[in-house]
């Protein structure tokens, strides 16, 4: 158990430039998690991943940002022409499907810090 | 909707002394609890959690918190605070319902003074 790891770290951009922000779950489990954590805020619930189903989008994931799990494996979250107001803390997290279960422990990665310049 | 609020955006304690971090959520139906911990530049840890069962839930760290539906609270305590506990704590929440995302409460800064 490697635990869920993002790449990159940190990344700073301009306004108007496309990014995108790889998530790798710990291995085998099915649900993956984005978050946006802003400073001084808790994390607030992008998207979420069954496999490789997007079952939930939040309203905060306008049309300018994407997330894909192709293979059920990693995932990415892409932002086009990106705002000053997009600067936060990407955060991804993973959890097992295990049956009967409602509340799976998520697992949280380091996150990826955006700086929208 | 869920929504979960934390009171104090800072604490601060002397070590040795208890530690007390306010949670509270709004639903009519209880929903499941956790709390995590963020240290600078990391992501969150779980700390504890709870479903069903004992409302008493212990957790790692010597840390516990204490289900109360009357109060509609999940406060989060340990007896003697460490230097190490210095970090960010979030309360959160999973409603009962089909969603299965947390909501987050917008945490208490904790400061150990030594």
């Known amino acids: 158990d490697t635990g869920v790891s993002q790449d990159p770290r940190h990344k700073i951009t301009k306004r108007g430039q496309n990014v995108t922000f790889r998530c790798d779950p710990i291995s085998e489990h099915n649900r993956l998690y984005w978050y946006r954590q802003t400073l001084g805020q808790g994390p607030e619930f992008l998207t979420y991943?069954?496999?490789?189903?997007?079952?939930?989008k939040s309203r905060l994931l306008s049309d300018r940002f994407s997330a894909e799990r192709p293979k059920g494996s990693f995932s990415t979250l892409e932002i086009q022409r990106t705002e000053q107001g997009d600067s936060a803390m990407y955060l991804c997290?993973?959890?097992?499907?295990?049956?009967?279960?409602?509340?799976?422990?998520?697992?949280f990665g380091p996150g990826t810090r955006l700086t929208v310049l | 909707a869920q929504s979960v609020t934390q009171l104090g955006s800072h604490v601060s304690v002397s070590e040795g002394a208890l530690v007390l971090l306010r949670c509270n959520y709004s639903s009519s139906v209880p929903p499941y609890l956790f709390w995590y911990v963020q240290y600078p530049n990391q992501g969150l840890q779980l700390l504890l959690k709870?479903?069903?069962?004992?409302?008493l839930v212990k957790g790692i760290n010597g840390f516990e918190a204490e289900f109360k539906k009357s109060e509609t609270s999940f406060h989060l305590t340990k007896p003697s605070a460490h230097m190490s506990d210095a970090a960010e704590y979030f309360c959160?929440?999973?409603?009962?319902?089909?969603?299965?995302?947390?909501?987050f409460g917008s945490g208490t800064q904790l400061t150990v003074l030594p």
């Open positions: 959160a929440a999973i409603s009962s319902g089909s969603a299965r995302q947390l909501t």
């Open positions: 997290a993973s959890s097992p499907l295990k049956r009967g279960v409602r509340a799976d422990t998520q697992y």
């Open positions: 709870y479903t069903t069962g004992a409302t």
């Open positions: 991943f069954q496999n490789e189903a997007q079952l939930e």
